[in-house]
């Protein structure tokens, strides 16, 4: 496996929201509570929205949360904001000390 | 707390490149510094990483052409690829792992383009 599974696009109204699904197998997101969530404008380079699955760094909205069942992982983006349109990606630490990222995600604000 | 990357610019296919990583605010003594890249219009990509203990991690995915290393003063560190093709054209960005193996300090990227 390459790279974790995310949906190519998702979309909403402002103040709505939307859950980006993440999905890897039992050597990655199901093993291990070590799944982290960025957001990524165009052009500019990732930040860390969240990691250890549901941990949010300093100076991050409570609008994002994440959270783990099995093999898949979400993040759910409430009261959706103009601001939020952007490139999203998951990564879950792997067996034998590698990384893996997930597909991206792009979400539309409608 | 920073993270610079320089070294990026054009290369021709089959040589070999250099980028270097620059931090400011930290040493990387309690970190494991990584790479990452990001092919035009792609998603991100996974290069590898360095312990504090020089000890290294790579994406089993790459063929063996990269190459992380830290100088002495740990407060740079650096990515070579060797016989580099157009595939490895890419942003490059450095990031520091914090807890839980979230990257929660990136740098700005560079640019390498490979081409004849």
């Known amino acids: 496996q390459s790279a974790l599974t995310q949906p190519a696009s998702v979309s909403g109204a402002p103040g709505q929201s939307i859950t980006i699904s993440c999905t890897g197998t039992n050597s990655d997101v199901g093993g291990y509570n070590y799944v982290s969530w960025y957001q990524q404008h165009p052009g500019k380079a990732p930040k860390l929205l969240i990691y250890?699955?549901?941990n949010r760094p300093s100076g991050i909205s409570n609008r994002f949360s994440g959270s783990k069942s099995g093999n898949t992982a979400s993040l759910t983006i409430s009261g959706l904001q103009a601001e939020d349109e952007a490139d999203y990606y998951c990564s879950s630490y792997r067996s034998f000390n590698t990384l893996l990222f997930g597909t991206g995600t792009a979400v539309t604000v409608l | 707390v920073q993270l610079v990357e320089s070294g990026g610019g054009l290369v021709q296919p089959g040589r070999s490149l250099r980028l270097s990583c620059a931090a400011s605010?930290?040493?990387?003594?309690?970190?494991?510094m990584n790479w990452v890249r990001q092919a035009p219009g792609k998603g991100l990509e996974w290069i590898g990483y360095i312990y504090e203990n020089g000890n290294t991690y790579y994406n089993p995915s790459l063929k063996s052409r990269f190459s992380i290393s830290v100088d002495m003063s740990k407060t740079q560190f650096s990515l070579q690829v060797n016989s580099v093709t157009a595939a490895d054209t890419a942003v490059y960005y450095c990031a520091r792992r914090g807890g839980f193996h979230g990257l929660d300090v990136w740098g700005l990227g560079t640019t390498v383009t490979v081409s004849s």
């Open positions: 605010g930290f040493t990387f003594d309690d970190y494991a």
């Open positions: 250890g699955v549901s």
